[in-house]
């Protein structure tokens, strides 16, 4: 039964960040069976300034503790694993302020 809430919290977070994007005037959608059928990666596709992206959405009860003490009074949040490439974090409001400032 613990699988059937997971993925119930996943489909919650999903449309949440959907919702998100969509008030702040970004076009966006939920992947259906995000991730579960080829051709279907991630779990929202928005559109910025034409360009298509993909996000994947991540909701838990505990676990990213220590990216939100790294980024607790700054504003953004650099990550490297070992041969890997930069992850860059953000809080989702401030990106939004970002985006918004590009739109005309």
């Not at 939920?30 to 910025?48: I, K, Q, T, Y």
Request: charged fraction near 40%; glycine fraction near 10%; avoid cysteine.
């Amino acid at each position: 039964m613990a699988g059937n809430s997971s993925r119930i919290k996943g489909y919650g977070g999903e449309k949440e960040v959907e919702r998100k994007l969509k008030e702040a005037g970004l076009e966006a959608k939920r992947v259906p069976l995000s991730g579960a059928v080829e051709g279907f990666w991630g779990d929202v596709v928005f559109n910025v300034d034409g360009r298509e992206m993909t996000g994947e959405v991540k909701r838990r009860k505990a676990g990213f503790s220590k990216l939100y003490q790294w980024l607790a009074r700054k504003d953004i949040l650099f990550l490297r694993e070992d041969r890997e490439d930069w992850l860059v974090v953000l809080r989702m409001e401030d990106w939004l302020e970002l985006v918004k400032k590009e739109k005309p």
